[in-house]
């Protein structure tokens, strides 16, 4: 799985247009459909409308609006991928737009419970 960590507020990469930003993501999302590696992915909203339930320790959760994490990136979207191996993905990550715009892609492989 490829999460996608971008800056809040970004800013496309100097000398670009958020318009070459969006291009670039509709022509990674094809390169990856293209390649028939695509299981799942999409785009999230931003964290303003995220609500967050937690366990309170008294076996009742607690609800709260937004994330509460400290940082300065946000999941923005993730890709799910049909790879053989670490450096695939790690290949398939450095490709993602979103490092282009100073943001991160973190790599986790997903665990399949039989």
């Known amino acids: 799985m490829l999460l996608i960590y971008v800056p809040e507020a970004p800013e496309p990469p100097a000398g670009t247009e958020p318009r070459d930003m ?3 993501w509709v022509a990674y999302d094809k390169a990856v459909a ?10 999230l909203h931003g964290p303003a409308t ?6 309170a ?8 609006d937004g994330p509460f994490a400290e940082t300065r990136e946000v999941l923005g979207g ?5 790879l053989p191996d670490l450096d695939s993905a790690l290949g398939w990550a ?21």
């Open 22 to 24: 969006n291009e670039a």
């Open 34 to 43: 293209d390649a028939g590696i695509r299981v799942a992915g999409d785009a």
């Open 50 to 55: 995220a609500t967050t339930v937690r366990g």
């Open 57 to 64: 320790g008294n076996g009742s959760p607690e609800t709260t």
């Open 78 to 82: 993730y890709y799910v991928l049909d």
């Open 94 to 114: 450095g490709r993602c737009p979103a490092t282009a715009a100073g943001g991160a892609v973190e790599v986790r492989p997903v665990v399949e419970f039989r």
